[in-house]
């Protein structure tokens, strides 16, 4: 049996050891005594519920979230989603993994070049130094260049830190131009940094937050990170280490959004509005995305903008007579 | 005699029928019934206090604030500042009243075609003819082109609206670049009139808070005004004058901070963030400036940031071992 | 078949071609390709809700929201509500549409003479001229005395706008006799006209928000709107204008409230109040109304007054010896 | 030497044991051993500052403020405002010592029968017990009628919190007429007894908050006390009695505004709107006298309002178009 | 049938005349006429809610919350939860009703002589006599070491409130041996004292809010019951009476938190701190045994501590190279 | 001369060549030309201003901030303090500089010895072996014993954050008592390093904000040293390094007070509300003593506590029949 993508599935379909992602597991132990395992399954074109009722004792266990099963059973209905009965789940190695996860938009190869590029225009040369140290380790660089952005479903995907730290960076190349007194090794510099704590933050796999994400932050785990690599290059400049480390603490704006300090340079306002257009704007055509295709002008309330927001019609910008109606 | 500007005056200097623009005056009636007259005289230098002991009585009702003077008197000083003691003050009519306020970093007419060809490139007919409604209009050019953007001293200048509105342009335009789901007509034309409201709400001399400003802000009486121009302008889309209006209401970004609404639009959203990028920026340099000089690291607290600010030392981009002393 | 009202309606009845108001639709298609239809149906003795199961697809987009319906099936329940078990469905022309909305406690021709009287009372010409420009447009009159105050269900209602800007009224006189210092036609005239904006902000049938309601507020609407009045008016007071548009705009007090600007006049604090007063006193008491007969003290939690709401019992005023019980 | 009143004095005037209210003292020894006492001297009229250089020892010990003194010395003037050069200065029993405070506006007597008589209007029998035993204790009516209202000078006056406390109560009345559903009797009587607690709170001469003022605040005392007197009714309903007191507790409307409870009933949200609309219109006329004369449009910041506030012109309710230049 | 606790119920189990406490009931009247009446029935060991199919009319208002039941009927399930379906329900006499509610950890007795002793300890002669004047009401100290602390579920048992009350003792006489400065017999006498009146504002029984609880908060009613208790005290020191009346008022720390006043004196301070140690440690305890056994390693959001908590794993002290996995 | 203390200075004595430490020094150049250097001047018995007139160009540089000045001249008086007119001043060796700083209330080396003992007490291996690395470091050690704990003047002494630490450690000592579910040793060690950052982030001597702990604030200076600490330890437990760098980045309690996250654990809610308590308590004493002796109950408005704090009076303990006046 050939592959079936969570996007083929069809209610009353037979799957036969069809591999799967696992995303998440838990049990339920009824007081009945009856135990049942319910699953997220998934694949790069989407996830799907999966339910396996009076599961076997041992199966539960042999299973490891972010790891490849294989699955034989039928797809259900429940809620008017569609939802995997399950017959018989086992481990299984995938062999493409990365076929199991969302990719971002644009291919990670092109966006890490165009990363490699910033990083190599860097004249500076202690920070020129300090992005070497750091991105040269290979562990660090392909963690970089596929973890997430962030946690919910639909934003999160592989290369989505990337690509949300070249748009930031590419807004701050322009604030460069503005603004002649900015520093501009160093405000590229901490565009390009101010999130890598995320790699420490979030599962590479479940996008959940990790004990270290939740309990330090990934703004903390990032600043620390950053300050251990520049321990490692002597002759680091001293006034330009506390710039770096205070750009990439403040970022976040304000203290009651988790900066321990406000922006107090140049270069930590820019990074902290950069940052922020970027991720208010992507939050907002991904909560459009999600929310596509049920007709109404305004979306769900977004908690990110705290407000709902407002989808133009597609035609919005012709002379729009008639169109009156449906707003007013 | 000829002209001597602020910048050019010294202790014990007498003046002869010197022209300034009277910026703000007042008169202080002592309960001993003698009476005083305070002024601030200023021209594109600079500006300075005066003090006129036993002013007779028809003198300071013959002075209007915002209009030119001629002063006769010398030099003196209090608390550490030069400060004019006036024997003789009447009303002139400035010869080149240019001359007697400050002015934006870039010469006007360079940045007004700058704005003239951002306002060409506008293709969506709708837009296009707002656009051209309002700027058309030589008194709102006018006023337009030569606003401060903000009341504060250093910030304010004669075309100071100008060259934040150019700036924000310039902004939004690299997000058009960034998000192709950006209407770029629409957050262009929202970016050059996102302030048209303060030529109303600021005193295009004393740069003050109009009654207009004071009482119905800045952001309302902007989009009335456009929503006025609209009214005239037949056929106009009614969604992309909702979407119009709201950008403009909504660039506050917050209610606490005026908006009456939040942004519910893309092209607001990116508005919003490249408003408070320039104008954070911007107010950090003024800020920096106005500290200029005291030698110390941190300036004194910006209310507009709501921290002090940390102005780097000159060469802190260079190795730095020796410059941990300083700040350790 | 005579008419039935939705409050007669009774389990297990059967209806044939029974008119209704058609309140809100939504269609869901299931994955597996069957469309269910769910409506809100409504008279002005209440509203319940219907499904339609396997609905042929023609039939969601003949109906309109906002507009007659007749309808066939049988009342059955769902979660221990009433709901229409709907077998048809056809758009209809409803003979008194009048008859399908609720309605204010006041009857509107009472309530609207007492409008007019306020307003035939002003003796400030301006102000005079304002009121009867506005309001001699019949669409104008005609909306505005329809208009609901809010959007939540027991509190919207035809006529339910002009109720509360009649008890503002009222307590704008109470304070005119109390501060002589009031401007008191002015004052009046921002009460009767506070909330105009009402008439773009909800939408008259369904009560929803409208999409200018949502994207620039009831309050930018009602001010601009009274300012192009004022434009229509020549020699109309400029201070006297400022003063009208302020009270307008500064009337939710708080700029966490929506108002661009703090009242800064006598009449917009006295408003202000005002509105809080009459708006949390009749919300209280639909909130009251709402839960009514669940038999406890409290109400449930009230999110316009951030707790829940004490109902005193029947006899309180009485000695109460016997009732401590119940409370402690 | 015939008594001279404080606004009867002018530079340079010789006095000889004139009497005063001593309103403040305050004694600074100067670490070269001198000792000299500033003192603030009043009447109904105003205060004037006075200074005692080289007072002699006993001198301050023997003055008692919020009693007489008898000054001998000279008017002179201390940056810009008369101050009283004192040579001597002895206690001394003022013969009309109301003579020494400032006064409400409308005269006390008046305002205390009107006060009367809405006591005497209460029909429920509890609540006109309540009232009869807290008033017709001779020294708590004699405080109650006396009292200031709150601690700003210009603000505090004798008779003040009974003005106050008519205004509240006329508005609840209105309020009556509007919302049938208030238990009228009820709303009347906390409105009569919401600030009793400040005749604890401020001290009645110099209209500093006490040490139970500040320590307990009036809210809790008012309803301590309140709650004291309802002890020594038996009978009275238990469950009036909390609505009596939630309503004295939650009349400042917000945890944040130093209520502990926030208002649940109809009495405590219209008490609450009635309260905060006379103490902020009010505040505003004060505010608006204390800086009049000063000729700007706005006054200084009002720290009650938390802006600044608008000063109509005289005449704004004519025809304006000749104004319109002072204001734009 | 001998008893059988909340613990031991199984599915299945048949009961006969089985005792409970009766927590909760509630009456749904389904529209077509039927009557259902839902229980919550408890003993010390747990809880189990019950439901009764068509009850008999004149069943429900037999039963009283708080008193005794006994109940014949079958053990089922809904929604994995166990629950009684009840075939008779009848008022009954618990034989020992403190068999029937939660109970502290420590034993009552104990406590109580922890308490005693405490009290006993006071020197100052005013406090002593406060202490003893209201503890040696059998009422009052009956329902003190047997009151809850706060109304939430498990945290809820009987003896709760004495629990947290000598914790936050036993902090407070930390503090004495750390500030020489601070009044101990004060500190420890408001410590005692702090919570008193939530004897009057939690049910006893079914631990919710009671009227005066909720419209006059435990704050004010403890703070006025030690008031009139001074009363009735000749004698007692007037400041002693504020600092006393004021800790107890301050003791929450900030106006938001519901205090009327800000802790202003050294033992307020100290009081507040302590108490809020000890609160949101236990909060933090109870919140962890409430999610117990879910397996990960941080529970739900607390809204007490607004955040999710992180649960330690069992021998997180040791080496933990094998555990990173889990975390990381 | 012998040495003369700053506490035993008086009006018009004449110095010659006493030794001070120099703590703070500006140039003020006129725009006359003429330049004024002002100091402040300090020893353990306090800190006197000095200003120099017409200072000789060269002696501003030779004088650096933290180290010994000899100078010569004579004390006089400006704005009611003494004040030292400057005739000469040259840079100079102190012989004992512990004698020039402001100590805390404990000798340090008895607090050294208890911190010593507390660290010899752990018995974790982790965290015992955490400990030494970071304390056996003799520069960390002497920093960390002699470091200020505050900015503040009153507050900060040498010493302080010794004391401030080990009060902290005793509260957390007694909840260990109180919760048996602390891990004991993990709470003493978060406590014992809770402030270790405020080594880097206060100037040891003129107790200011250093670079670092404007930038990066002490909290994150902190934990980032320790994490580094860590590093160094091979094996050390990998959950027990997330719970030790929890506790001390969240110890502020909240986001608003700089800390980037909330307390998750029990240790670190214990640890933030000691914290709290014994800073709020200290600082309540140290407002107490800096404005001791002004005869007035209430001290000046802390801005620490947000409110004016109540100083009982000596013998508030006794009954106090006559005391009532002067509070009422």
Same mark, same amino acid.
């Given at each position: 049996?050939? @592959?079936?993508?969570?996007?083929?599935? *069809?209610?009353?379909?037979?799957?036969? @050891?069809?591999?799967?992602?696992? #995303?998440?597991?838990?049990?339920?132990?009824?007081?009945?005594?009856?135990?049942?395992?319910?699953?997220?399954?998934?694949?790069?074109?989407?996830?799907?519920? /999966?339910?396996?009722?009076?599961?076997?004792?041992?199966?539960?266990?042999? $299973?490891?979230?972010?790891?490849?099963?294989?699955?034989?059973?039928?797809?259900?209905?429940?809620?008017?989603?569609?939802?995997?009965?399950?017959?018989?789940?086992?481990?299984?190695?995938?062999?493409?993994?990365?076929?199991?996860?969302?990719?971002?938009? @644009?291919?990670?190869?092109?966006?890490?070049?165009?990363?490699?590029?910033?990083?190599? /225009?860097?004249?500076?040369?202690?920070?020129? @130094?300090?992005?070497?140290?750091?991105?040269?380790?290979?562990?660090?660089?392909?963690?970089?260049? %596929?973890?997430?952005?962030? *946690?919910?479903?639909?934003?999160?995907?592989?290369?989505? !830190?990337?690509?949300?730290?070249?748009?930031?960076?590419? !807004?701050?190349?322009?604030?460069?131009?503005?603004?002649?007194?900015?520093?501009?090794?160093?405000?590229?510099?901490?565009? !390009?940094?101010?999130?890598?704590?995320?790699?420490?933050?979030?599962?590479?796999?479940?996008?959940?937050?990790?004990?270290? /994400?939740?309990?330090?932050? +990934?703004?903390?785990?990032?600043?620390?990170?950053?300050? #251990?690599?520049?321990?490692?290059?002597?002759?680091?400049?001293?006034?330009?280490?506390?710039?770096?480390? %205070?750009?990439?603490?403040?970022? +976040?704006?304000?203290?009651?959004?988790?900066?321990?300090?406000?922006?107090?340079?140049?270069?930590?306002?820019?990074?902290?509005?950069?940052?922020?257009?970027?991720?208010?704007?992507?939050?907002?055509?991904?909560?459009?995305?999600?929310?596509? /295709?049920?007709?109404?002008?305004?979306?769900?309330?977004?908690?990110? +903008?705290?407000?709902? $927001?407002?989808?133009?019609?597609?035609?919005?910008?012709?002379?729009?007579?008639? *169109?009156?109606?449906?707003? $007013?």
């Amino acid at each position: 049996m050939s @592959r079936i993508s969570v996007a083929q599935l *069809k209610l009353n379909m037979t799957l036969s @050891r069809q591999p799967f992602l696992l #995303r998440e597991k838990s049990l339920t132990t009824t007081r009945t005594g009856s135990a049942m395992l319910r699953v997220v399954l998934a694949d790069r074109t989407g996830a799907i519920g /999966g339910v396996y009722f009076d599961v076997p004792g041992h199966v539960p266990d042999s $299973l490891t979230v972010g790891q490849g099963v294989e699955v034989t059973g039928r797809v259900g209905e429940f809620k008017d989603q569609l939802q995997l009965n399950i017959e018989r789940i086992i481990p299984a190695r995938l062999e493409n993994p990365e076929e199991f996860l969302p990719l971002a938009r @644009r291919p990670i190869e092109e966006m890490a070049q165009e990363f490699d590029a910033l990083c190599a /225009g860097i004249e500076n040369a202690d920070l020129s @130094r300090l992005l070497k140290t750091i991105f040269d380790d290979k562990t660090t660089y392909q963690a970089f260049t %596929h973890a997430p952005a962030a *946690k919910f479903y639909h934003h999160a995907c592989v290369g989505g !830190l990337l690509e949300h730290t070249l748009s930031v960076a590419r !807004l701050v190349l322009t604030a460069c131009e503005l603004y002649p007194e900015l520093h501009c090794d160093l405000v590229l510099t901490v565009a !390009l940094l101010h999130d890598l704590g995320k790699i420490r933050a979030y599962d590479p796999v479940s996008f959940d937050l990790t004990g270290e /994400g939740s309990l330090l932050t +990934h703004l903390y785990s990032g600043a620390a990170q950053v300050e #251990r690599a520049i321990d490692a290059l002597p002759g680091f400049g001293a006034e330009l280490r506390l710039q770096v480390i %205070h750009a990439l603490l403040s970022h +976040h704006g304000k203290l009651e959004n988790g900066s321990p300090v406000l922006p107090m340079t140049l270069e930590a306002i820019v990074l902290h509005y950069a940052d922020n257009l970027d991720a208010d704007t992507r939050g907002a055509l991904d909560h459009f995305q999600r929310s596509e /295709g049920d007709g109404s002008i305004f979306t769900e309330y977004s908690s990110m +903008h705290e407000t709902k $927001l407002y989808r133009r019609s597609q035609d919005s910008s012709s002379p729009a007579g008639s *169109k009156q109606q449906s707003l $007013l």
